[in-house]
């Protein structure tokens, strides 16, 4: 679970622009979400973040969505990157490295493309009411996406990022050494990787049936016997399961006893 505290940490430096939070709020408006995407299918868990946010510290829905944008966006390119390399140390091949580069490459041209572009867009119609408000949303928004264009957090955000997917590989590598099975650190970024992409669409309570899919066949394809794949998966599974169930649980019904307080 140390990802989390690395991601809370990011997350608290991409919403500092708007409006400074504490460590702890940043981390419950993490915990909190994966904790209800394990309960609800769909994904429904996401949009809590914003919730919390608005609630507790009163930051504007559009400003945190922007942010959490930027946090995706962040979270994806180093992921591609890690992937890539991963791809190209293990000698895999036909792994497309040079595709999944030049996806972060287009990626990044877009975000950047599309940073310059939003300041031309509805300028024109500022005296029609309902284009007004959709530009003050999109200005709300682009608050909080443009984080990522200021260069000491930018560059902040991409290290936060890539050290919170070593501590996730890391943690998967010592899981499964502990089960007397070996898998570098650069095999365990593909399994993630792998499990990423696939509970990225909103599925099943926890992407039940969907993760454990993905992670299955992952390690089959480098190599652990079918028993042992599904032993490794279980066990992954349920290490991550148990603590975002537990804890995330906690924060949620802590969260919803002060709203009642009030």
Not at 132 to 157: C, D, H, T, Y
Not at 175 to 185: E, F, H, N, Q, T
Request: charged residues 15%.
């Amino acid at each position: 679970q140390l990802q989390t505290f690395v991601g809370a940490l990011r997350w608290r430096l991409l919403v500092s622009p708007i409006q400074k939070i504490s460590f702890r709020d940043a981390y419950w408006s993490l915990r909190i979400p994966y904790f209800l995407n394990a309960i609800f299918p769909a994904k429904i868990g996401e949009g809590f973040r914003m919730v919390y946010l608005k609630s507790r510290l009163k930051i504007p829905v559009m400003n945190s969505l922007g942010a959490t944008f930027a946090d995706r966006i962040s979270d994806v390119l180093t992921l591609i990157v890690l992937l890539a390399i991963s791809s190209a140390v293990l000698g895999i091949r036909n792994s497309h490295t040079p595709t999944l580069l030049g996806l972060v490459l287009a990626l990044a041209g877009l975000v950047y493309a599309g940073f310059w572009l939003q300041r031309l867009v509805l300028k024109p119609y500022r005296g029609h009411r309902w284009l007004q408000l959709m530009a003050e949303l999109k200005r709300s928004f682009m608050g909080g996406l443009r984080v990522l264009w200021n260069p000491k957090i930018g560059v902040k955000s991409l290290a936060l990022s890539l050290l919170g997917w070593f501590c996730h590989a890391g943690a998967l590598s010592l899981i499964i050494l502990a089960m007397d099975i070996r898998l570098s650190v650069f095999k365990a970024m593909l399994v993630i990787g792998a499990t990423t992409v696939a509970v990225a669409v909103p599925a099943s309570p926890a992407s039940l049936g969907v993760f454990e899919l993905a992670s299955l066949s992952m390690l089959k394809f480098l190599g652990l016997p079918l028993q042992t794949a599904i032993v490794v998966t279980l066990v992954y599974r349920l290490l991550q399961l148990i603590p975002t169930l537990v804890i995330g649980g906690l924060g949620y019904f802590s969260f919803v006893r002060s709203r009642g307080a009030r």
